[in-house]
């Protein structure tokens, strides 16, 4: 039977719950323990696929193609462990299940209630994950006090109790602001969220106090003595200057030996060498770089977290520190901003929908390829630069993205089928918004000697997907003339998956989303070749 280590939050929003489940499950892979993370969300969409990445940053897409929340980008970049749909659900979900089984005639005609029928098919979620490993660590979104949380304290409160008290353990965030007119941290509201979950029938058993300077003996025996928590049970949890030194710093402020102890587990000491030499590559580089992310979101890098947690992977891998320069898409509609990208040694253009800044994420694919910078088009950003290549070097000026509207040359396009799992699958345009992309896994087949099979190292690779539309396989024969190789294809060759130019530093451009994969103790490949490329650019200014 699987442990189960309950994880809430109070006080405040954005207190970081995800990145402390993540860190404390690495922490007890590193005393040999499996783990699993799940994320309960008490909003009402189905899947975070249709929420604006401005509300709800980024969408993480798993490999069986499911629309999650960025905090399982958290998991998986601290676990390694592949997040997948079992792992998260959300308030819509759970009702549409039960809504379902009433329409059926499931419930024989009982009425529905929050509690029991809401209550149980949280308890079944977490109930599948039992026995797939050591300890299953469950994140339960929002903040204590929300309403739509309700259903989720009593469904793990009861959830404890069902699997016996030994077995589960809940871990509370709080946070402790410092009031500089009185110039200390403030206990109070720490103390108000913990009376605020008992009351909810759930005494914590471990406090995560956030807080931007050291927390006092004081302040901490004083938590300890209001909360009826054990002093060493209250854990500091200060602000971290990189999300990777978390690990270590809250092993070192005793959150996994206490979490051993609450569960009763002998206590040896944690593996932690692979953090270490993270921690140490992020803050001794031997290099800078700086690389231009053009896009549409850039008032909000939450939007982007997978893609820059990938780039300091990659910087990881070559030692070196990069610099991020995010550059709004839409000033390059003015050609004279182009001096914006001349400080940069590589830029990259992200995943993006909707045509507002498209043109200026054109202007600087072509910057690029025309200046020898080292260019990564992700998913639109591959786009953009067929687009662009269709224009300037075959010049068809109607080149353009169905997406934006009827063009004259449809070069990228509105794929209609493609296979998954050996089936074809179809879509319409008249299909619904939600659920109706190409999503997670694909293979694809690279050339041989190309740029990015020397990346990977391999023909053969598997990659994440989130997209409608395609480039239209029709046109490559042209582009290749002109130097735009397809190095990568769908298996039956009619999807283009990567391309490059032949004869440019590094120009590369993939239909998928390389990010969602990379890891700090196993960067993805591509972006170690595109921070290796920008390194050398780096060298030549
Ligand atoms: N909007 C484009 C499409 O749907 C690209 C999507 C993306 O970048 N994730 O194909």
Not at 115 to 121: A, L, S
Not at 142 to 162: C, K, M, V
Request: hydrophobic share 40%.
């Amino acid at each position: 039977m699987s442990r189960y280590i309950f994880i809430t939050g109070g006080v405040v929003s954005s207190l970081g719950k995800g990145l402390a489940s993540a860190a404390l499950g690495a922490l007890l892979q590193a005393r040999g323990y499996s783990v699993r993370l799940c994320k309960l969300d008490p909003y009402l969409n189905v899947d975070p696929g249709t929420m604006s990445p401005f509300q709800h940053g980024e969408v993480f897409v798993t490999d069986d193609g499911a629309e999650t929340d960025l905090d399982l980008g958290h998991y998986e970049r601290f676990t390694g462990r592949p997040a997948t749909k079992t792992d998260s659900t959300t308030t819509g979900r759970i009702y549409l299940s039960v809504l379902n089984k009433e329409r059926k005639g499931d419930y024989l005609g009982a009425t529905i209630q929050v509690i029991p029928h809401i209550t149980d098919e949280i308890k079944d979620f977490l109930k599948e994950k039992d026995g797939t490993a050591d300890f299953i660590l469950a994140e339960i979104g929002g903040t204590i006090g929300d309403i739509e949380g309700l259903p989720y304290l009593e469904a793990i409160r009861q959830f404890g109790n069902d699997i016996g008290r030994g077995n589960a353990l809940y871990m509370h965030a709080t946070l402790l602001p410092y009031i500089a007119a009185a110039g200390e941290l403030k206990t109070k509201p720490t103390q108000h969220s913990v009376k605020e979950l008992m009351s909810a029938g759930i005494a914590p058993d471990i406090l995560l106090c956030r807080a931007d300077r050291p927390i006092e003996e004081g302040d901490r025996k004083k938590i300890a003595l209001f909360c009826n928590i054990p002093y060493e049970r209250v854990i500091p949890a200060l602000d971290a200057n990189s999300i990777y030194d978390v690990p270590l710093a809250y092993n070192n402020e005793g959150l996994d030996a206490q979490v051993i102890k609450c569960f009763g587990l002998p206590d040896k000491a944690p593996a932690l060498s692979t953090w270490k030499t993270i921690s140490e590559r992020i803050w001794q580089p031997e290099h800078t770089i700086k690389i231009a992310i053009v896009g549409k979101y850039t008032n909000l890098t939450d939007s982007y977290k997978s893609l820059n947690e990938a780039l300091v992977h990659g910087g990881i891998a070559n030692k070196t520190k990069v610099e991020l320069k995010f550059v709004e898409a839409e000033i390059f509609e003015d050609e004279s901003k182009i001096f914006e990208l001349e400080d940069v040694n590589g830029i990259l253009v992200p995943g993006g929908f909707g045509s507002r800044g498209t043109e200026g994420k054109i202007r600087a694919a072509q910057f690029a390829r025309e200046k020898n910078v080292p260019y990564f088009g992700i998913c639109f950003g591959m786009q953009m630069a067929v687009i662009e290549a269709a224009r300037n070097l075959l010049g068809l000026k109607g080149a353009s993205s169905t997406e934006f509207g009827p063009c004259d040359i449809p070069i990228v396009g509105l794929m209609t089928e493609w296979v998954k799992d050996n089936e074809k699958v179809a879509r319409s345009n008249k299909d619904d918004m939600g659920g109706t992309m190409r999503l997670g896994a694909f293979p694809a087949m690279l050339k041989a000697g190309s740029k990015a099979a020397q990346a990977y190292n391999a023909t053969e690779i598997s990659e994440r997907h989130r997209h409608r539309y395609e480039v239209d396989i029709s046109y490559a024969k042209k582009l290749e003339e002109k130097g735009l190789l397809f190095s990568g294809l769908s298996p039956d060759g009619n999807l283009p998956e990567i391309c490059e130019y032949k004869n440019h530093p590094w120009f590369v451009g993939v239909q998928f989303h390389p990010e969602l994969k990379s890891k700090p103790f196993d960067p993805h490949p591509l972006f170690v070749a595109f921070v290796k490329a920008a390194l050398e650019q780096s060298k030549l200014v």
